[in-house]
């Protein structure tokens, strides 16, 4: 079993920032990339910042300069600061992890989510 945690949204006024904190537990063999996503209601699903294992970051335009995605390797963590936020950007970020993970099937390779984080833009 894994389960990704998040935590750290919320209110803030236009301008803002805010962390999000997102923490993998479970039966861990290694973490490869992680990353956030963000979803507001009618809207697809979209990336907003990765992080591979090798510390390699991948931002969405949108968001390039203002936001950063660090990862915590021994807390299995990742974070994801957010500056300048915008009412546009609220949505529901989700924390993704392509996780390797014993199975009874041996050891496999799969991505996993979390339950989401509501973050308001609104003054």
């Known amino acids: 079993q894994v389960q990704l945690v998040e935590s750290g949204g919320g209110l803030v006024q236009p301008g803002g920032s805010l962390r999000l904190s997102c923490t993998a537990s479970g039966s861990i063999f290694s973490i490869n990339a992680m990353g956030w996503y963000r979803q507001d209601q009618g809207k697809r699903r979209e990336l907003v910042a990765t992080?591979?294992?090798?510390?390699?970051?991948n931002y969405a335009d949108s968001v390039k300069g203002r936001f950063t995605i660090s990862r915590e390797f021994v807390k299995n963590t990742v974070y994801l600061q957010m500056n300048r936020l915008t009412p546009e950007e609220t949505a529901v970020y989700y924390c993704?992890?392509?996780?390797?993970?014993?199975?009874?099937?041996?050891?496999?390779?799969?991505?996993?989510w979390g339950q989401g984080t509501q973050v308001t833009v609104s003054s």
């Open positions: 993704n992890a392509i996780i390797t993970t014993t199975t009874k099937d041996g050891i496999r390779s799969y991505g996993f």
């Open positions: 992080i591979t294992s090798g510390g390699v970051t």
